[in-house]
């Protein structure tokens, strides 16, 4: 239903705070630095110079985008090298997209040991569906959405074939009741599914009641609506939209006058009405399309509503719940290049009281 299209949208918050983002490819395909006392030397540098980020349309250049067997850049003489980039990612996200790295892979453990897998076709589905619902129906309008938030597609398919392992591995734990849908409906049942009295129009405005009778004259003989309204624009800005549809609800924000309200859904369908006065113009009305104000029955959407009502459960509730707890237990071993490090003595007698997972350095 076109009343829960925001449910999708939920769900990108979700997978942006789940799965990688730009930054972890940097680290993933970086180098590890040869001695401790460089890879600091080098960190404390990074922290001196914040990052700068580049907001807006702009394009990625294509020399940017691919990091596969780089080790650096020159740009007009000055050179930045893959290791700072992979530094100054690690010292300002790296806490954060670390755990998220290592929930993920919690997460792929969880579905392996199930027999749990997405398949290609269901990740085409989920990103067709998704589109769809954003109305990012052409590649442009997909390109946009992705630069917005600094994706490639790649990794919006990922994501993708992330939030469907996710829903699927964990899909046992939610549960809706009937008494959560209709509480739900109940809340929203005079604005998610209800539909005002709505009207589909095209308009064309004249600076004079003649003009305005002018125009009304060729559309008794025959003309075209769209023609006659762009031939009558008085500029390009007004020539581009001239006879466009329209869709006004009665009583929404921001409303038309009372009087040109009126007009609209009194106006019998498919003919010209007018010339009609408002603000110092004179316009010419044709309605196309009436829409009678109705409720939408809770049978008819008790199926959208319980699954909206499990994505929130899922995302709100089930995944923080289980990840905090799989998180606490997991055993973390940190790889340090000087060899190893023994674990943490006044952690480790409590951690083996417990039987819960730890933290402990291993070298290479």
Known sequence: MIFLGLRRMKRVLLLCSMVLTGAVALIATAPAAETPD???AEGAAVERRPPVEVRGD?????ELKDFS??????????????EEVRDRA???HGPYILQDLVSGALLHREAERRGISVTDEEVEAEIRGLREEMGLRSEDALEFHLRGRRLTREGFRQQAREYLLLA????????????????FYSLYRDTLYSRRARV???VMSFLTEDAATAAKQHLARGRNFVEVAR????????????????????????????????VLFAAPLNQVVGPIESLGRYHLVKVEKKTD??????????????????????????????????????????????GATAPDRATQPEQENQGQGGTRDAGD
């Open 231 to 262: 031939e009558t624009a008085t500029n390009a800005a007004e020539r581009a939209v001239a006879g466009d549809l329209h869709a006004y609800e009665k009583g929404q924000r921001p409303a038309f006058r009372p009087d040109f309200e009126a």
């Open 168 to 183: 699927k591995t964990l899909a046992d734990r939610v549960y809706i009741s009937d008494r959560e849908v209709e509480r």
């Open 58 to 62: 702009i394009e990625v250049r294509p």
């Open 293 to 338: 104000p109705y409720r939408i029955p809770l049978d008819e959407v008790r199926g959208d509503i319980r699954l909206l009502l499990r994505r929130q459960k899922l995302e709100r509730v089930v995944w923080p719940e289980w990840i905090e707890k799989q998180l606490a237990t997991a055993e973390i071993e940190v790889m340090r290049a000087g």
């Open 69 to 82: 067997g780089v080790r650096g850049w020159r740009v007009d003489g000055q050179e930045i090298s893959l």
């Open 200 to 202: 589909e129009f095209r």
């Open 90 to 92: 690690v010292v300002f």
């Open 38 to 40: 460089a890879g600091a």
